[in-house]
């Protein structure tokens, strides 16, 4: 409940004040009757007229009370909140070549501490459809795009090398199967976030056509090259005796093809990144988080609805209840 006019209440006091005055004025007026003893007087019940005699002038008194509140407007509100959400479709393209175990990003391996990241990126979304890819000499998709997230994050929990797919790295295979997915989106912004830590060596789409699919469609790509070029240790297991598993080391050369990953986002008007530590990697997904922000627009429409009506009806009978009993059960005559 709110009030309109509340400079209105101001004639209340005006009421307070005239009703005081009243009451010294009829109070000096009173006609007084000289007499010995009105020990007998005294014992003369009062009859309801003399009980009645003050009721219309404190009917009145109300009545003015909810005229002033009826001037003052009260009205009941009812708000409603329209959120207009312009939502971002986003692909994450996830290289998964047995390179991606390489350990140089610490505390984990360049796919652990991909997923880590990206699943922190998840939870920072709250309107967006998100799906996963994953590649390394072929690609499907892990995911379509949803706005599950809990089924997202689980199953991108569950992501390793796999030797079931062909060996390698796809990236335009990988890149068309992401237009693909996200082609017909409707979402007025639709990104490709895309991790790899190879050049292009296997598929039979070359990384350009995939490039061109992209740009047709009017997606954004952001490009991260993952880890150290050169020299790296790539971790194997070996049964041992009893069961036991021995972590053993093979050499093998790490290179990103920057050249390729940096067309790939400046054509599409996204931008390149280069993570080699974890940290490096967390900014990168801050920056793009930063970038591509949901649009969400409030508009809020308040309805009034008006109570002062009742107010004067409440004083219209107090008043008219007043002038009942002023005439037919406390009326003097002469």
Excluded: C
């Amino acid at each position: 409940m709110r009030w309109h006019s509340t400079w209105a209440f101001l004639f209340l006091f005006l009421i307070i004040a005239v009703a005081i005055l009243y009451y010294f004025q009829r109070k000096s007026k009173t006609a007084s009757l000289v007499y010995s003893n009105i020990d007998n007087i005294k014992k003369v019940p009062k009859g309801i007229r003399a009980y009645l005699s003050r009721l219309p002038l404190i009917l009145r008194l109300l009545a003015l009370v909810l005229a002033v509140l009826a001037l003052a407007r009260p009205q009941e509100s009812d708000t409603k909140v329209k959120k207009n959400v312009e939502g971002i479709d986003i692909i994450v393209a996830l290289d998964v070549s047995d390179s991606m175990l390489i350990e140089d990003m610490k505390p984990s391996n360049r796919l652990e501490t991909s997923k880590e990241t990206i699943r922190k990126f998840i939870d920072g979304r709250t309107s967006d459809k998100i799906g996963l890819v994953v590649f390394s000499g072929e690609s499907y998709t892990r995911v379509p795009l949803t706005l599950d997230y809990t089924l997202l994050k689980k199953s991108l929990s569950e992501v390793q090398t796999s030797r079931n797919i062909k060996m390698g790295t796809a990236i335009g295979v990988a890149l068309a199967n992401s237009v693909a997915r996200i082609k017909d989106s409707t979402a007025e912004s639709r990104v490709i976030i895309f991790l790899t830590d190879g050049e292009n060596n296997s598929g039979t789409i070359d990384p350009i056509t995939a490039l061109d699919i992209a740009k047709g469609y009017g997606v954004k790509i952001y490009s991260i090259g993952m880890g150290v070029d050169g020299q790296a240790q790539l971790p194997y297991y070996i049964n041992a005796p009893g069961g036991r598993k021995i972590k053993r080391y093979r050499p093998m050369h790490s290179k990103v093809n920057e050249e390729l990953l940096t067309r790939l986002a400046d054509e599409t008007g996204g931008k390149f990144y280069r993570a080699t530590t974890t940290q490096a990697l967390e900014n990168v997904f801050s920056d793009i988080n930063s970038l591509e922000k949901t649009k969400i627009e409030t508009n809020s429409f308040t309805s009034y609805t008006e109570h002062f009506a009742k107010f004067l009806w409440m004083a219209f009978f107090l008043y008219l209840a007043s002038v009942i009993i002023e005439t037919f059960l406390v009326r003097r005559f002469p």
